[in-house]
């Protein structure tokens, strides 16, 4: 098992420094949702995201990069689907195993995946059919 670059194993985080928002570097894709509500609802989540307070945020605009940055510690967390812009099944498959195997948890934002307190329900798992997606170094992170 596990995931490699270069023949190198590659894991999501180090556990050195704790990540919370705060000190992550947020992944975001916009998608192609135009409408006037989708434009405000995307934009809003990125106004949220700033005013709670992250290291920084970035947009590559590419899934499989994402989730792969994510897996690698590039980025700490990466979300899309706020207004159904979701990505294809396409831009999930493979990069999904690499971030599972990396260490990641890789869920669906507006699925069954959490729990009414919000924390990640422990057997479920992520639908690469979903419109959403939320993947972080750890479970805690895509909690918060």
Not at 36 to 42: F, H, V, Y
Not at 104 to 126: A, M, Q, Y
């Amino acid at each position: 098992g596990g995931a490699y670059r270069n023949g190198e194993r590659i894991f999501s985080t180090d556990d050195v420094i704790e990540k919370t928002l705060a000190n992550s570097v947020v992944g975001f894709e916009f998608g192609y949702a135009r409408s006037e509500k989708g434009i405000d609802d995307m934009v809003d989540a990125v106004r949220r995201i700033l005013k709670h307070g992250c290291r920084s945020m970035r947009t590559y605009g590419s899934g499989v990069l994402d989730l792969c940055y994510v897996a690698s510690g590039r980025l700490d967390i990466v979300y899309t689907g706020i207004a159904e812009e979701g990505w294809k099944p396409w831009d999930y498959c493979a990069a999904t195993i690499i971030a599972e195997e990396s260490g990641c948890t890789i869920r669906s934002l507006k699925g069954n995946d959490f729990d009414e307190n919000g924390h990640v329900l422990p057997n479920s798992k992520f639908d690469i059919y979903s419109k959403s997606m939320i993947c972080g170094v750890n479970s805690k992170l895509v909690e918060e």
